[in-house]
């Protein structure tokens, strides 16, 4: 009786808008069947050692070492890849399946659990870790839910770079062979990406200045547009347009065809609002992104669709590097099946991990959201924690003076009693830094003495005594002096300098001539 032929196929689900692409019943030869059995015992042993140095480190953000990467934020969660495979009667099924890895300095990762035995790990020529399965065989029809969980925490890092010390690329190593020649959809030979890519970068030589151009110009001229349909970085080019991949693939060959290696890297990206949800399915079907290696520097991150250069977020989890894989061609999951073949689908679900690192109420996502510290509990260091300002006083945690008024919102709220959201709490036109610290005012009290003038007139027009309703003294309330004045008979320098006696022989003057004529 004939062995039933040993068949290959590819699931394709690492794109955004891609459908699965198959390989169909591709023969293998038997001998590397079996040389790789032979291997099995050998690499499990030395992938349960990784798994374990893996986990070491987990959810520390000094793991990241490098001074001119300094981490910003970090967020824990858990992940679960899962493959739903149909596998019809008597059919059996080999998987080989990307593994979630460690990226430094942007993702550190550690395999929790399987929920069937990893066989074998193997390793593709981009440093990609392949977990082999080997699915049991049944003579009915059976469905089977294969979960890989992850915990994994994602680092927000930047990278200051400084383009004078950019050094100089050894043309000679594996890595800039591997990464500045041209392969599936990224042609890097092309005339075309050539010319256009010399067009972008002009006579610039520095590789960072040259590199961000490059993707300054994928950023503002090729327009995001959902494919059903794969298309390489020259077609992205002539169309102007394309998914996540098409971009990474345009940057990755622009890039390559003036000399600078870059990498296509993809995974799935998720949003901030998905996130702060606590437990999401992903809504992208996956994401596509770029890595760009500076000398000195080593791999810069770059996301030409959503616009990060040099940092990375809190939503990108890394699955593979490469196009092409010798392992799992271009997707995530690759399988052999004997007899009939199975139909096979994946899955996302990630649970966030709830993380406060400096421990003033907000989570290090909410921290991301509002742009504070996740490691300082008083970002603007106005004495109000970030927590307080946010959910309690409304004041804005990125401004230690929220209003502008000179005074630190601490102060407003603790010492003065004033509002941290009004410059003028008493609304007598003068802030309240300049009443609590120029003129000395009551900032609660547009009145500070009560002679019916406001603090502003007072001081800033009428130069009089906010402190005293009587400033001259001449037992003429200021305000009664104040409306007197268009009469003309004050000093007309100083309001407040009357002479009583002047005001009471005016008064008997006028007194005396009214009875005059009334006698006439």
Not at 79 to 97: D, K, M, Q, W
Not at 127 to 144: D, K
Not at 378 to 385: R, V
Not at 439 to 457: A, H, R
Request: charged fraction near 20%; aromatic fraction near 14%; include cysteine.
């Amino acid at each position: 009786m004939l062995n039933p032929p040993l068949t290959m196929c590819l699931l394709d689900l690492g794109f955004v808008g891609n459908t699965f692409r198959f390989e169909n019943k591709i023969k293998r030869h038997h001998l590397i069947f079996t040389f790789s059995i032979l291997l099995i015992i050998f690499l499990t042993l030395s992938s349960a050692s990784t798994y374990a140095s893996s986990f070491k480190g987990l959810l520390k953000p000094s793991n990241i070492s490098d001074s001119a990467f300094k981490v910003l934020n970090y967020a824990n969660y858990t992940i679960t890849y899962t493959i739903n495979l149909f596998i019809p009667a008597g059919s059996r099924v080999e998987l080989r399946v990307a593994m979630l890895q460690s990226m430094s300095p942007y993702q550190i990762v550690s395999l929790v659990s399987s929920s069937y035995a990893i066989s074998n790990v193997l390793i593709d020529e981009y440093g990609n870790r392949v977990a082999v399965i080997q699915l049991p065989q049944s003579y009915t029809s059976q469905n089977i839910r294969v979960s890989m969980i992850y915990r994994a925490t994602l680092f927000q890092v930047n990278c200051s770079i400084d383009p004078s010390g950019i050094g100089v690329y050894d043309t000679s190593s594996r890595e800039y062979s591997l990464y500045t020649k041209p392969e599936q959809y990224i042609e890097c030979n092309d005339l075309n990406i050539i010319e256009k890519a010399r067009e972008i970068v002009g006579s610039e030589s520095n590789a960072y200045y040259a590199a961000y151009k490059l993707f300054t110009w994928v950023y503002k001229n090729i327009k995001y547009e959902y494919e059903s349909e794969v298309r390489g970085a020259l077609t992205t080019l002539f169309r102007g347009s394309g998914a996540c991949d098409e971009h990474a693939y345009l940057l990755t060959a622009l890039c390559r065809a003036v000399g600078i290696p870059a990498r296509y890297v993809s995974g799935y990206g998720f949003y901030l609002d998905e996130a702060l949800t606590g437990s999401f399915t992903p809504k992208k079907e996956g994401h596509a992104w770029v890595e760009i290696l500076l000398p000195n520097y080593g791999w810069i991150f770059a996301d030409p669709t959503w616009g990060l250069f040099a940092e990375s977020d809190l939503f990108h989890v890394a699955f593979r590097r490469g196009v092409e894989s010798s392992l799992l061609g271009s997707g995530r999951c690759y399988y052999y099946y004997y007899g009939s073949k199975p139909q096979v689908s994946e899955e996302l679900y990630i649970l966030v991990t709830p993380l406060d690192s400096d421990g003033d109420g907000l989570t290090n996502l909410e921290e991301y959201k509002f742009g504070t510290n996740a490691f300082s509990v008083d970002t603007d260091a106005d004495g109000l924690s970030d927590y307080s300002e946010l959910k309690v006083y409304h004041t804005n945690p990125l401004k230690a003076d929220t209003d502008g008024d000179g005074l630190m919102d601490s102060e407003e709220i603790f010492t003065f009693k004033t509002d941290p959201l009004l410059a003028d709490s008493d609304g007598d036109g003068l802030s309240d830094g300049f009443e609590v610290k120029i003129s000395k005012t009551n900032p609660l009290n547009p009145d500070s003495d009560g002679d019916g003038l406001d603090d502003y007139l007072e001081v800033m027009v009428l130069k009089s005594n906010p402190f005293s309703g009587d400033t001259d003294g001449d037992l003429w309330p200021d305000d009664v002096e104040y409306m007197l004045s268009p009469l003309m008979i004050f000093n007309l320098k100083n309001f407040f300098l009357p002479n009583f006696a002047i005001i009471g022989l005016i008064f008997v003057i006028i007194a005396v001539k009214v009875a005059t004529r009334s006698k006439h």
